[in-house]
């Protein structure tokens, strides 16, 4: 019995320590990314991925996640990390143009809205 207690509180205090670092890093990444012109080809290569998805080739699928993942294509992530560029950029919008047409894009083109 008291193994089993062991384990369970090792496992639960793992998964709390994961999810601590996980938010961490996805602070981190929304500071980070807040570069208009990277977000901006991040955005329209998530959202062209994101309009393959559901192309029924398993194959695909798999090849699509992976990029998607290597993207860091989260829809919360890229929404703060836009909120972040926005903010830090409120009075430069030559630095913005490149994201809004991106963004602006990822919708009339694919349907995603950010």
Do not use: N, W
């Amino acid at each position: 019995m008291k193994r089993a207690t062991v384990c369970l509180v090792f496992a639960a205090s793992t998964f709390l320590l994961a999810d601590a670092f996980a938010a961490e890093r996805q602070r981190r990444d929304a500071d980070k990314s807040a570069e208009p012109d990277a977000l901006a080809e991040r955005v329209f290569l998530c959202a062209y991925f994101a309009g393959e998805v559901g192309s029924g080739h398993p194959a695909r699928e798999r090849e699509i996640g992976e990029k998607m993942e290597k993207l860091d294509c989260d829809d919360e992530l890229i929404h703060r990390q836009i909120a972040a560029a926005r903010k830090k950029y409120a009075g430069q919008p030559d630095k913005l143009a490149k994201l809004d047409r991106a963004i602006e894009e990822a919708k009339s083109e694919y349907g995603v809205e950010y």
